[in-house]
């Protein structure tokens, strides 16, 4: 389909990957761009911040990050951005139970070789039940997904606790798509569908080497602002866009804490329930917030580990990382820091209490994990982001059609990105569908559906990176 001319002004709603790639293919054309962003820096959750310690400079990502695609050109694109500040490094993570340390992802050999003779037994007679069982592998439910294709025992002791602690609901409320991309089931999927007629086809790979640069992922966001303001866009920050004036089918100008801007389209990535609420709609999509609870530690490392997966329900975070090992500069020299990932929501208790409480029970964890909290240096910070994961209830792919179909009145709004398309992807995949928006538009084709579908769930995105 064919949508009016192609626009001499676009809006872009948040200076994230999403939004900056989108900016970047639009100025490239001679497109007068101005992203509007409501942070004060840029880079959206694929940003850097910095800590002054005693000792010098921390950098903490918004929860780790690391560079994986298989696109090419957009690997190329960060090789360009970035360039000899790019490094490359492999990925080793465990997972922490119960007081034992197991790979990520699981694999059977490691498994017989870790787990206590009690879980062994447990999972090797549901493995056997299964296999000689007649029963089809359920797609009902995450806790139904996983139980029925590798039984209850490995169930209920890497995934149920994790799983709830992670989306704060019961993981039989929870959609089996988030399931279909939990790589840490890979190398047993391996296995059952060896040992299981129709658990799956196909080999997979995981992605064990990745890209990440010197001074933090956010150097990327900010190489590629810097870019996108050389092309001619203007970049306003501390701007939140609560509506947007529309008529006739369109949207004619955005609305700001700071004063309407008017445009020919629009290119968003604000959360997906929030652009339906500002266009007169309602939604009941959701996000689980993070908390990031970052610390200095008077030690050169803590673990070689990239990132520690805890299971146990009863600590705080779903993941413990050591930024230091991304790249050696995210800390001074004898020094490194941690980051635990604590989920929860705005307003809830580990959300708002104080962080000097959150450094005492952080201590405790870090001593169950056998990690010595006495080189805690007494220097932290927390950071927040209420919108860190889509929560892919049950309910969720009726929801998100609804708002799409919401969206679909006004012909020059796209929506983009993670929060925006409310899909648990990557940054590559953020940015190629802010890539995908920016193309829409210069070809003046409705390219919205594409873009909601793009690596959809049943995708594993971990898997197959060439980074
Ligand atoms: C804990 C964690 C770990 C991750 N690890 C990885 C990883 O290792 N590798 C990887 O590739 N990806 C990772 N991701 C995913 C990655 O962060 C996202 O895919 C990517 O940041 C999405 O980009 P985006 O532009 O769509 O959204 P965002 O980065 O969220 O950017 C959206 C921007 O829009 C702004 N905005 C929203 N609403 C408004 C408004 N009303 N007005 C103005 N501005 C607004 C926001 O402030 C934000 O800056 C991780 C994510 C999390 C939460």
Redesign the pocket.
């Given at each position: 389909m064919m949508i009016g001319d192609v626009p001499r002004h676009v809006v872009v709603?948040?200076?994230?990957?999403?939004?900056?790639?989108a900016a970047h293919e639009l100025t490239e054309a001679g497109i007068a761009v101005t992203i509007?962003?409501?942070?004060k820096?840029?880079?959206?959750?694929?940003?850097t911040t910095s800590f002054e310690g005693l000792h010098g400079t921390y950098r903490f990502?918004?929860?780790?990050?690391?560079?994986?695609?298989h696109n090419a050109d957009l690997l190329r694109l960060v090789e360009e951005l970035v360039g000899d500040d790019l490094l490359t490094a492999t990925r080793h993570s465990v997972i922490r139970f119960g007081g034992r340390t197991y790979d990520y992802p699981l694999s059977l050999k490691n498994l017989l070789k870790t787990a206590p003779p009690g879980l062994i037994a447990g999972a090797s007679l549901d493995l056997a039940r299964l296999a000689l069982g007649r029963r089809a592998p359920s797609d009902d439910s995450f806790a139904a997904w996983i139980e029925s294709r590798f039984g209850r025992t490995l169930y209920r002791t890497f995934f149920e606790g994790y799983t709830a602690k992670l989306w704060g609901i019961d993981p039989r409320q929870l959609s089996a798509d988030w399931a279909e991309q939990r790589i840490s089931l890979v190398d047993l999927k391996e296995v059952a569908r060896r040992l299981l007629p129709g658990a799956g086809q196909g080999p997979r790979t995981y992605a064990r080497g990745?890209r990440y640069p010197r001074h933090g992922?956010g150097m990327i966001f900010q190489r590629l602002a810097e870019r996108v303001i050389r092309q001619g866009a203007v970049v306003r920050t501390g701007?939140?866009?609560?509506g947007l004036a529309t008529g006739g089918g369109r949207v004619r100008a955005v609305l700001?804490d700071k004063g309407p801007l008017t445009c020919d389209a629009v290119i968003?990535?604000?959360?997906l329930p929030?652009m339906v609420a500002?266009t007169g709609g309602a939604s009941s999509l959701k996000f689980r917030g993070?908390r990031?609870f970052n610390m200095v530690m008077a030690t050169p490392d803590v673990s070689p580990f990239t990132w520690q997966y805890l299971s146990d329900p009863d600590m705080l975070a779903t993941?413990l990382q050591e930024p230091r090992r991304r790249s050696p500069q995210m800390s001074p020299p004898g020094m490194t820091s941690l980051m635990l990932?604590i989920p929860c929501d705005p307003g809830d208790a580990l959300w708002t209490v104080a962080d000097d409480v959150l450094f005492e029970r952080a201590c405790g964890d870090l001593r169950r994990l056998g990690i010595d909290a006495s080189k805690a240096t007494g220097e932290y910070f927390s950071a927040r982001?209420p919108?860190?994961?889509p929560v892919m209830d049950l309910a969720y792919r009726a929801e998100r059609r609804r708002a799409f179909d919401h969206l679909r009145q006004f012909e020059n709004l796209i929506q983009?990105?993670?929060?925006?398309?409310f899909r648990y992807?990557?940054?590559?995949?953020?940015?190629e569908?802010?890539q995908m928006a920016a193309r829409g538009i210069l070809s003046r084709s409705d390219v919205r559906e594409a873009i909601y579908e793009h690596r959809n769930e049943r995708t594993v995105i971990e898997t197959e990176s060439i980074a």
């Open positions: 709603i948040g200076a994230g990957p999403a939004g900056l790639t509007l962003e409501r942070g820096d840029l880079g959206g959750l694929g940003g990502d918004f929860g780790g990050h690391r560079f994986i695609t990745y992922f701007v939140t866009v609560n700001t968003s990535s604000v959360p929030d500002m993070l990031f993941r990932e982001t919108y860190a994961y983009c990105g993670r929060q925006g398309t992807v990557f940054t590559d995949a953020a940015m569908t802010g």
